[in-house]
Nanobody
Framework: QVQLVQSGGGLVQPGGSLRLSCAAS????????MGWYRQAPEKQRELVAT???????DYSDSVKGRFTISRDTAENTLYLQMNSLKPEDTAVYYC???????????????????WGQGTLVTVSS
């Protein structure tokens, strides 16, 4: 079984920075596009940023120029560097992998739309 385990997050003052991580556990063969999403209280989950397995990135307009998504393919880890944080960035952040191919013994499995457990980011003075 594959899991995406998130770390990072917490409380930060406006203008501050945080870094989120998302590590895929298991015997990973490949992971396609990965992304970060967030859900603020009483709002729908929204896309923050994505990165393909080739390294192409895309950002929502609300975070462009402030957040940077990256991935370490060898370590199967996704990152989100968040700078110049604003109170409106407060949300639970989730990582997601669109397609994960992994091995269990001699058998290859594929799982789709795998989510991390979520981590709370609070931007407040």
């Amino acid at each position: 079984q594959v899991q995406l385990v998130q770390s990072g997050g917490g409380l930060v003052q406006p203008g501050g920075s945080l870094r989120l991580s998302c590590a895929a556990s298991g015997t990973i063969v490949s992971i396609s596009t990965m992304g970060w999403y967030r859900q603020a209280p009483e709002k729908q989950r929204e896309l923050v940023a994505t990165v393909t397995n080739g390294g192409s990135t895309d950002y929502s307009d609300s975070v462009k120029g402030r957040f940077t998504i990256s991935r370490d393919t060898a370590e199967n880890t996704l990152y989100l560097q968040m700078n110049s944080l604003k109170p409106e960035d407060t949300a639970v952040y989730y990582c997601k992998a669109d397609r994960v191919v992994y091995r269990r013994g001699s058998v290859i499995y594929t799982t789709l739309n795998k989510w991390g457990q979520g981590t709370l980011v609070t931007v407040s003075s």
